[in-house]
């Protein structure tokens, strides 16, 4: 399997803060890279597929950008809605999550 | 309205199997690929298995190939998944979810509520 290393695990922010989570591929995964917000007891929702497509209905402070090995999520102004936990996933070869980034009230 | 109703799940002792079950309903199943993903709890996800749209293609976890199958029924819209071999780390509950296109293993845009699995002695 394609092993999916984020980063950081834990994010600690504030309201109207940029925040950026990073995902690493062991091997290049080209663009087949998803950003899913889960929720406790609740789907994850997926934000963003193809590294950088928005899903429609996802709000524009979202953006995915990256390729090869290197990816990276940035919420552009956080808001009381964004505290989740992120998951990346590579479906390139198969699929793999990575272990997900919980982004919590600072 | 997409619906993804599972069912199957138990408790089963090491070595044992079960199958999930997936009912799929408020969309042309037939064009969709299908995929299973588990979360165990307090844990993160963990992508199992998928099938395309029209069962020529799938796709399984290192963790779980060679012990667990996937399969579809396109005119019962119903999605499936044997597990032979159980141990006690693939204890979670399954979620079905339907995927972007009709690949194996793209990304799901919607899922079930999950079956729970438990294996333990």
Do not use: N
């Given at each position: 399997d394609i092993q999916m290393t984020q980063s950081p695990s834990t994010l600690s922010a504030s309201v109207g803060d940029r925040v950026t989570i990073t995902c690493r591929a062991s091997?290049?995964?080209?663009?087949w890279l998803a950003w899913y917000q889960q929720k406790p007891g609740k789907a994850p929702n997926l934000l963003?597929?193809?590294?950088?497509s928005l899903e429609s209905g996802?709000?524009?402070r979202f953006s995915g950008s990256g390729s090869g090995t290197e990816f990276a999520l940035t919420i552009s102004s956080l808001q009381p809605d964004d505290f989740a936990t992120y998951y990346c996933q590579q479906y390139h070869h198969y699929s793999t999550f990575g272990q997900g980034t919980k982004v919590e009230i600072k | 309205e997409v619906q993804l109703v599972e069912s199957g799940g138990g408790v089963v002792r090491p070595g044992g199997s079960l199958r999930l079950s997936c009912a799929a309903s408020g969309?042309?199943?037939?064009d969709y690929g299908m995929t299973w993903v588990r979360q165990a709890p307090g844990k993160g996800l963990e992508w199992v298995s998928g099938i395309s749209w029209d069962g020529g293609s799938t796709g399984y976890a290192d963790s779980v190939k060679g012990r667990f199958t996937i399969s579809r029924d396109n005119a019962k819209n119903a999605l499936y998944l044997q597990m032979n071999s159980?141990?006690?780390?693939?204890t979670a509950l399954y979620h079905c979810g339907r995927t972007i296109?009709?690949?194996?293993?793209t990304p799901f845009d919607y899922w079930g509520q999950g079956t729970l699995v438990t294996v333990s002695s």
């Open positions: 091997q290049s995964v080209g663009s963003i597929h193809k590294a950088s996802v709000p524009s | 969309f042309a199943f037939h159980l141990r006690a780390e693939d296109g009709g690949g194996a293993t």
